[in-house]
């Protein structure tokens, strides 16, 4: 899978995003090591806190189907159209948990010809992960 794979299936998602407060749908596209795709758009609630995002529920689709090896992600949204969406905290502290910070590719999207791609140690630096719990 291409990172302009990835990105076309993250942008495809933001059709499904469930925004009726924030007009600001996000999609995601995340890939294992064995090149399986798990996509995930974000979902919000009125009382914004049960709110979940695209990233997060790639991930969790993944991991709830046993999955725990993954390559990469791609990330397209935007309040007007696609831009580049970074990842909130609360989605690179999901990546820490199953990721390698050194490896693990996040891809912000804007098209096929516009995107940037970062490590995770890149958009997390000094992140804390399971490695800081074991011995």
Same mark, same amino acid.
Do not use: W
């Given at each position: 899978m291409t ?21 600001f749908?996000?999609g ?8 399986? %795709?798990?996509? $995930?758009?974000?979902?919000?609630? +009125?009382a914004?806190?049960?709110? &979940? #995002?695209?990233?997060?529920?790639a991930? =969790?689709?993944?991991?709830?189907d ?7 992600i791609? %990330?397209?949204g $935007?309040?007007d159209?696609?831009d +580049?969406c970074?990842?909130?905290? &609360? #989605? ?5 948990? =199953? ?12 098209d096929a010809k516009?995107?940037?791609?970062y ?11 399971p490695s800081?719990?074991?011995?």
């Amino acid at each position: 899978m291409t990172e302009q794979d990835l990105m076309r299936l993250a942008v495809e998602m933001l059709d499904k995003a469930y925004v009726p407060y924030s007009h600001f749908p996000v999609g995601a596209a995340l890939e294992c090591g064995d090149g399986t %795709v798990y996509t $995930g758009c974000n979902i919000e609630n +009125a009382a914004y806190t049960p709110t &979940v #995002c695209a990233e997060r529920i790639a991930f =969790f689709k993944a991991v709830s189907d046993g999955r725990r090896d993954f390559r990469a992600i791609a %990330v397209a949204g $935007g309040k007007d159209g696609v831009d +580049a969406c970074t990842p909130c905290g &609360v #989605c690179r502290q999901v990546m820490a948990e =199953f990721c390698d910070p050194e490896t693990f590719q996040i891809i912000l999207a804007v098209d096929a010809k516009h995107y940037d791609i970062y490590t995770l140690k890149e958009m997390l630096p000094k992140g804390f992960g399971p490695s800081n719990l074991t011995e």
